[in-house]
């Protein structure tokens, strides 16, 4: 069964310091996002991504965050100059459409900013 | 943001016997609703869905009921299993880009 794939599976960085976080989505999916969890909280919505473009964002995706797609395969989420309250774990998922928009997951990385 | 709230956040049943997990959500312009579980050290994993015109849909042991007017909706799960212990995450979206989540509901079915 296709899978969502993201590497790493856990990083721990320095506070300051930039992370990139990367996810191989499933192939014949047009649609792509990064959610996150703080441990204990809530699944968030932090971006979705369509036709190479950001479609969507949330409030918490501010300058701080970007996203890519640099070949086609791959789609990446960099974190510049992290801060503790980035520690979280990131999930990206794709879906295949946005109507009953279900996403399929990958198994998220966590990063943990000292 | 609170559209979407689970307010139960475990839930223990015992094997054999039917789990009820509730969702009540704020926003009416919300067309789709969906559950999604997940295990510890894996991601969300769909589990099932209802759009807006339905009341109820069924898949198996699993079935949502939604109810528009009280804005509420549930997942049964009947008869449960031990394997079916995991976060379960009420979720909606509104047509567009972004799903909501709820906080989970964290069911653990007793053998």
């Known amino acids: 069964e296709p899978e969502v794939t993201q590497t790493p599976s856990h990083q721990v960085t320095q506070m300051g310091q930039e992370v990139i976080l990367r996810c191989v989505p499933i192939s014949n999916h047009l649609y792509f996002y990064w959610y996150r969890q703080i441990l204990g909280q809530k699944v968030e919505f932090l971006v979705s991504f369509y036709n190479n473009e950001i479609s969507e964002k949330s409030e918490i995706f501010d300058d701080q965050f970007s996203v890519e797609r640099p070949d086609g395969s791959n789609f990446t989420l960099k974190i510049r100059s992290t801060k503790l309250e980035d520690s979280a774990m990131y999930f990206c998922?794709?879906?295949?459409?946005?109507?009953?928009?279900?996403?399929?997951f990958g198994a998220g990385s966590r990063l943990t900013v000292l | 943001d609170q559209q979407v709230k689970q307010n139960s956040p475990s839930l223990s049943v015992q094997e054999g016997r039917i789990s009820i997990l509730n969702c009540d959500y704020t926003n009416s312009m919300f067309d789709y609703f969906l559950w999604y579980k997940k295990y510890p050290a894996e991601g969300p994993t769909f589990l099932i869905s209802?759009?807006?015109?339905?009341d109820k849909n069924e898949d198996g042991r699993f079935t949502v009921f939604l109810n528009k007017s009280a804005k509420h909706l549930s997942l049964h799960i009947v008869p449960s299993q031990p394997g079916d212990s995991a976060v379960y995450f009420c979720?909606?979206?509104?047509?567009?880009?972004?799903?909501?989540f709820g906080a989970g509901t964290r069911l653990f079915v007793k053998a």
């Open positions: 209802i759009s807006s015109i339905k």
């Open positions: 998922a794709s879906s295949v459409s946005t109507g009953a928009n279900v996403l399929t």
């Open positions: 979720a909606a979206s509104a047509g567009g880009f972004k799903t909501i």
